[in-house]
């Protein structure tokens, strides 16, 4: 009787988050799977297929901006691990007291102001009529104003400004657990800073690197607002063609293809980031 | 005659193991009733089955001539004080104290007045609107005892609840809580693995081991006439030898250790010649003597060097290694406890000096093993 | 090393952290400024201080659509909120405290939506809602509009991956809670209800208030999920996107404005909540 409810009880909990799960999650990627291997033949009439890879495979604009979004989604990733390491350090082990909480409050408040806000910000600023141009022509450095939007380049630091919180907070958490007698020791057994990082630091901070950079990865390769905003037609991004397969083409099932594609890379690495670094994924996240 | 509680063949397993096997035993009306064992001995197990967060797998569980069974823990008459208090933190002290009150619905002017009478009670009179973080642990203790005393409870269970307190703390509340107990008259069972808090405290004592009861007596009783070897180490401290009896001579047997001594013992005519028996010796009857006047009519009697002495205060326990008979290599430590008195030439034997120990065959204490 | 080159190092890291902040902050302060520059567009030279894009007759609070936009951005986010933290509260109790048979499993599951990009849950979620439109038209014959792209759509996925973080913050939460509590309420006679009522939920509520403001924020400003699934009735960032994309105008940055403040206000309550939960905490160790 007792065990009977029990079963109920935990049925009834799990309730839920089966619906959720099933009918937000695994239901819709499985539709987007299979209708990535269904072809139109004709108005509602459709045959299995792999007609929407080839489709893909055979148009150089498709997998050249794929191959282009994410070997820039893994530069993006390393970048903004370069730039936030050494934050994360001043922050978890070189501030104290009150400075340290408030650079830490100021470094995650940018980005609870939505993603627009901050892209837009940077268009003020690089645009051709932006800021920059504005003083580099008051400085008689430029005589035309260049247009910085569109670039590569910019999109790229779009993209390192958008991830960082994603990096620094992982960072300052492994990085405020490590005992700072370990550098003391290993400065007393006569060992330079480099050696300190890289056989105690980067060693400490690695579960911190690894969650970080799958976040960071994840979010640059699904970006959408960043590449179209500061890329725009100049620097394509993969979710802008899923976007128009969608919307502008009508043409879904290409379209879930591309988006099934993307979902295999951006899972395969972050599985194979956590195999490389032997973790586990609910860790990561927690 | 109707008991506060009965506990008849209790028993609970855990997949393959047996937390309690067979438990039975009663418990008169306004007692303090101690359950003493070491850790992991099924103490804890069985106080959730009083309190109704586990049920028994065989037997009952009656209070007040009431069966306990398939009754939840929030309609049976105990309450318990949990090891670490579990104090709810958000609340202050008044509102602890007035939470079973609030869940049995009761007025609200009622419930004020029964939260004073307690508070005064446990001598928090002035305390009711403190937070729980500005107690003391004693202070905090009390609250954890009135917010059970409130409801008026048939049993009061008090888990360990003096193992969180520091070692003087501890001390004074185990006094405290004995004044307490009598004080009202409620009946307590209490539960800990720590002898002294129970020889202290208690009217009568259950020593638990894995899981079965080794024996239920007054605290004198446990002490004095220990029904087994365990309940003879784990109560107090004892020398301890084990051996065989070799034969008898009236008035005593004759025992041989394994260690190649031989010991007098008080017969019984329960004793055959080829049984193994434990012997034990309380530490405050143990004799010494040094210097070069040999003892008299002690029946055992051993030379050795006295290793370290420990001052007590009021006594003195010296520790005296003595060799194995007949010129056999073991040797063995034994606790000699004296009253440490000014000018007490014996009581001054500094570590180092050689000394006779021994003593009398009535003050041993003779179990056979393996029988209980 | 020597103690001049150690001191040229901590230096130049100070430097670099300096460098580090003027680039995360410069964006917004620049935003923020030109919603006061008394000129039509967002760009040098400053003409002057006004709160003509905040109150006057082309302002913010008259401007229709943007005004619609924050209303649907309101009761999305208000909507996504309550189910995130309903539903993450009772998956909180479900990992914290039962066990089952694929408890693992369903763990990872839940975990999963953080690891799908935006676009793809949005569009895969519009797929679906499609295929079910069309196999109940096809079966029962019945048009159903409701899972047309829309309102609901948008509040499912976002609530497909918030629910995610919800339940992650109330469950660390709910990890910490001395259980000995809920056994001593119990043995002094509450019932399950009152229990929950009177000990869980109030130790629980700096987490339900910290998990809703970010589930609040998270759903406010998505852009990626809800891109796929908007019908007629859009939420702010999607205006503001498609005004973003006609031309900026210093009444977008007036609405940014209005934004950071507020994403502002929320997490300083959000971090005051966690700081005097922790403070507490601490007390009572």
């Known amino acids: 009787m007792n065990r009977l409810l029990l079963k109920w009880n935990v049925g009834l909990l799990a309730l839920p988050l089966l619906l959720w799960i099933v009918l937000l999650i695994i239901l819709p990627l499985s539709d987007l799977f299979i209708s990535s291997f269904q072809e139109k033949v004709g108005v509602g009439v459709f045959e299995w297929g792999l007609g929407n890879?080839?489709?893909?495979?055979?148009?150089?604009?498709?997998?050249?901006?794929?191959?282009?979004?994410?070997?820039?989604?893994?530069?993006?990733?390393?970048?903004?691990?370069?730039?936030?390491?050494?934050?994360?350090?001043?922050?978890?082990?070189?501030?104290?007291?009150?400075?340290?909480?408030?650079?830490?409050?100021?470094?995650?408040?940018?980005?609870?102001?939505?993603?627009?806000?901050?892209?837009?910000?940077?268009?003020?600023?690089?645009?051709?009529?932006?800021?920059?141009?504005?003083?580099?022509?008051?400085?008689?450095?430029?005589?035309?104003?260049?247009?910085f939007l569109y670039r590569?380049?910019?999109?790229?630091?779009?993209?390192?400004?958008?991830?960082?919180?994603?990096?620094?907070?992982?960072?300052?958490?492994?990085?405020?657990?490590?005992?700072?007698?370990?550098?003391?020791?290993?400065?007393?057994?006569?060992?330079?800073?480099?050696?300190?990082?890289?056989?105690?630091?980067?060693?400490?901070?690695?579960?911190?690197?690894?969650?970080?950079?799958?976040?960071?990865?994840?979010?640059?390769?699904?970006?959408?607002?960043?590449?179209?905003?500061?890329?725009?037609?100049?620097?394509?991004?993969?979710?802008?063609?899923?976007?128009?397969?969608?919307?502008?083409r009508w043409n879904w099932e290409l379209g879930s293809a591309m988006g099934f594609l993307l979902l295999v890379v951006s899972s395969a690495l972050v599985w194979l980031g956590l195999r490389m670094t032997g973790q586990k994924l609910n860790k990561v996240m927690t | 005659m109707t008991f506060a509680l009965e506990c008849r063949s209790l028993s609970k397993r855990f997949g393959s193991f047996s937390a309690v096997s067979d438990v039975s035993f009663t418990i008169s009306e306004g007692s303090f009733f101690s359950i003493l064992g070491p850790s992991g001995c099924g103490k804890t197990t069985l106080l959730r089955m009083i309190s109704g967060f586990c049920e028994p797998d065989k037997g009952d569980i009656v209070i007040h001539s009431r069966s306990m069974r398939?009754?939840?823990?929030?309609?049976?008459?105990?309450?318990?004080?949990?090891?670490?208090?579990?104090?709810?933190?958000?609340?202050?002290?008044?509102?602890?104290?007035?939470?079973?009150?609030?869940?049995?619905?009761?007025?609200?002017?009622?419930?004020?007045?029964?939260?004073?009478?307690?508070?005064?009670?446990?001598?928090?009179?002035?305390?009711?609107?403190?937070?729980?973080?500005?107690?003391?642990?004693?202070?905090?203790?009390?609250?954890?005892?009135?917010?059970?005393?409130?409801?008026?409870?048939?049993?009061?269970?008090?888990?360990?609840?003096?193992?969180?307190?520091?070692?003087?703390?501890?001390?004074?509340?185990?006094i405290e809580l004995k004044k307490l107990q009598t004080q009202l008259g409620t009946t307590f069972l209490y539960i800990t693995h720590d002898q002294s808090e129970a020889l202290v405290m208690s009217s009568h004592i259950a020593v638990m081991k894995e899981g079965r009861i080794e024996q239920i007596g007054t605290p004198q009783a446990l002490y004095q006439s220990p029904k087994s070897s365990f309940v003879a180490q784990f109560v107090g401290d004892n020398n301890h030898w084990r051996g065989k009896i070799v034969q008898f001579c009236e008035p005593y047997v004759e025992v041989q250790t394994e260690e190649g001594w031989k010991l007098k013992a008080l017969y019984s005519s329960s004793f055959q010649v080829g049984d193994r028996v434990d012997i034990f010796v309380r530490p405050e009857a143990m004799l010494v003597k040094s210097g070069e006047k040999k003892p008299n009519g002690w029946v055992n009697c051993f030379e050795g060097l006295v290793s370290s002495v420990v001052f007590n205060g009021g006594t003195r326990d010296l520790w005296v290694n003595v060799r194995g008979g007949n010129g056999s290599s073991f040797s063995k430590e034994l606790?000699?406890?004296?009253?440490?008195?000014?000018?007490?030439?014996?009581?001054?034997?500094?570590?180092?000096?050689?000394?006779?120990?021994?003593?009398?065959?009535?003050?041993?204490?003779?179990?056979?093993?393996?029988?209980? | 090393m020597s103690q001049r080159s150690v001191k040229v190092l901590a230096g130049i890291h100070k430097l670099y952290i300096v460098f580090f902040f003027a680039y995360l902050a410069i964006p917004l302060i620049l935003v923020a400024l030109f919603a006061f520059n008394d000129a039509p567009y967002p760009a040098l030279p400053w003409r002057g201080f006004t709160l003509e894009w905040f109150l006057g007759n082309k302002g913010v609070f008259q401007d229709e659509r943007l005004m619609d936009g924050l209303k649907v951005s309101f009761s999305v986010a208000s909507m996504v909120t309550f189910l995130c933290l309903l539903i993450g509260t009772l998956n909180a109790f479900l990992f914290e405290r039962r066990s089952f048979p694929g408890k693992g499993i369903l763990y990872f599951l839940m975990l999963a939506p953080l690891v799908v990009p935006g676009v793809i849950l949005g569009v895969s979620i519009l797929i679906f809602s499609h295929t079910l439109t069309n196999g109940i038209e096809g079966f029962l014959g019945i048009e159903t509009e409701i899972l047309r792209p829309g309102l609901l759509l948008v509040t499912l996925g976002q609530f497909a991956f918030i629910t995610t973080v919800t339940t992650l913050v109330i469950s660390a939460r709910l990890r910490k809670f001395d259980r000995m509590q809920e056994e001593a309420a119990f043995d002094l006679g509450a019932s399950h209800l009152h229990v929950l009522t009177t000990l869980t939920l109030p130790y629980l509520k700096p987490a339900l208030i910290s998990s809703g403001i970010v589930a609040f924020l998270m759903s406010f400003e998505n852009f990626n999920t809800t891109f796929m699934l908007v019908g007629s009735d859009a939420p702010l960032t999607i205006t503001l996107f498609d005004s973003l994309r006609q031309g900026a105008t210093p009444v977008l940055n007036a609405v940014s404005v209005l934004l950071i403040l507020a994403s502002g206000v929320l997490v300083a309550i959000s971090l005051f909540v966690q700081k005097v939960d922790y403070i507490l905490d601490e007390h009572s160790k």
């Not at chain 1, 105690?200 to 607002?225: D, E, K, Q, R, W």
């Open chain 2, 335 to 372: 606790k000699v406890t004296l009253p440490a008195q000014k000018g007490d030439g014996e009581a001054c034997l500094p570590s180092g000096r050689a000394v006779e120990v021994g003593w009398d065959a009535l003050s041993s204490h003779v179990l056979k093993v393996g029988v209980k």
């Open chain 1, 152 to 248: 590569d380049a910019t999109v790229m630091m779009g993209l390192i400004y958008t991830s960082l919180l994603f990096m620094v907070v992982p960072l300052v958490v492994v990085l405020e657990n490590l005992d700072e007698s370990l550098l003391e020791a290993s400065d007393d057994l006569g060992g330079g800073r480099l050696i300190s990082l890289r056989r105690i630091i980067i060693p400490h901070a690695m579960p911190g690197i690894v969650s970080g950079c799958i976040m960071v990865f994840m979010l640059t390769l699904g970006n959408y607002l960043t590449a179209t905003l500061l890329g725009g037609k100049e620097s394509l991004w993969f979710t802008e063609h899923i976007y128009n397969q969608f919307m502008t």
């Open chain 2, 70 to 174: 398939g009754i939840l823990p929030n309609a049976r008459p105990v309450n318990m004080v949990f090891q670490q208090l579990a104090l709810f933190p958000m609340m202050t002290v008044f509102e602890n104290i007035a939470y079973g009150l609030r869940c049995r619905k009761v007025s609200k002017k009622k419930i004020s007045f029964h939260v004073e009478e307690v508070l005064n009670r446990v001598g928090l009179a002035q305390s009711g609107s403190k937070k729980i973080d500005q107690l003391s642990g004693g202070q905090k203790q009390r609250v954890a005892i009135a917010r059970c005393l409130v409801l008026e409870p048939k049993i009061l269970l008090l888990d360990e609840p003096l193992g969180a307190l520091d070692l003087k703390l501890r001390e004074h509340m185990k």
């Open chain 1, 53 to 147: 890879y080839q489709a893909f495979l055979q148009e150089p604009f498709y997998w050249q901006t794929f191959i282009r979004t994410v070997l820039f989604s893994i530069i993006a990733t390393m970048a903004t691990l370069g730039v936030a390491f050494p934050v994360a350090y001043y922050i978890a082990k070189v501030a104290r007291g009150r400075v340290k909480s408030m650079l830490f409050v100021l470094c995650l408040l940018p980005f609870w102001v939505s993603e627009l806000v901050r892209n837009y910000g940077w268009m003020i600023i690089l645009r051709e009529s932006g800021l920059l141009n504005h003083f580099l022509m008051k400085l008689n450095l430029i005589t035309q104003p260049i247009e």
